[in-house]
């Protein structure tokens, strides 16, 4: 089974990129949607105890924890330290699970692979990538998004030419999805004639 791990910057079309390959049937871990199922359960005693003031209703708030790490400069970190292992011991239930039932392409949905060194337990680096200014567009449009959180968001994630540096395989996202799909399914069959040899 090869281990596809799937990045790129907010607002480059990572997770429907992630999408395109589980329609060629991979298997798809997202990185994301697990972390918002820990915030309604397995994570929020631990976050509890460094984040009181994050907990609603038996949950982990999202909007107030962003407001809780944006004042402490230390927080991210914490944060990371409890929430990265337990998104790890998901991915590896689900990666063996897939490895038992003879799947040929696991693919992680995670958006700092990168930037965590997450790409040490993947096979191949997919990067997607769009233009800065359709970056910007995408992003601005999301509610509650303005200029300076996406700067303080870009200035946590490495640039994307550096992603791209490190790419085993580019997907460019600026133009259509149909373009996107084809890119895809060009590192499909890549990935399966290699896996063939």
Aim: overall charge neutral; charged content about 25%; glycine content about 6%.
């Amino acid at each position: 089974m090869i281990v596809i791990g799937v990045t790129g910057s907010i607002g480059m079309g990572k997770s429907t990129t992630a999408r395109l390959f589980a329609a060629h049937g991979a298997v798809l871990h997202d990185a994301d949607a697990v972390v918002h199922a820990l915030y309604r359960g397995a994570a929020v005693p631990r976050v509890a105890e460094r984040f009181p003031d994050a907990i609603l209703d038996d949950t982990v708030d999202r909007g107030r924890l962003s407001n809780l790490l944006a004042a402490d400069p230390t927080g991210l970190a914490a944060l990371e330290a409890i929430v990265h292992p337990m998104v790890q011991a998901v991915e590896a239930e689900r990666m063996e699970a897939a490895r038992r039932e003879g799947r040929a392409m696991f693919v992680v949905d995670v958006p700092l692979l990168l930037e965590t060194g997450a790409e040490r337990r993947v096979d191949v680096v997919v990067v997607a990538s769009a233009p800065a200014e359709i970056q910007a567009a995408r992003v601005l449009e999301r509610p509650g998004m303005t200029p300076a959180r996406l700067e303080a968001i870009l200035a946590r994630q490495m640039p994307d030419a550096e992603k791209r540096r490190r790419a085993h395989f580019i997907v460019d996202t600026g133009g259509s999805k149909e373009a996107a799909a084809h890119a895809v399914a060009d590192i499909v069959r890549a990935l399966a004639a290699k896996a063939a040899t």
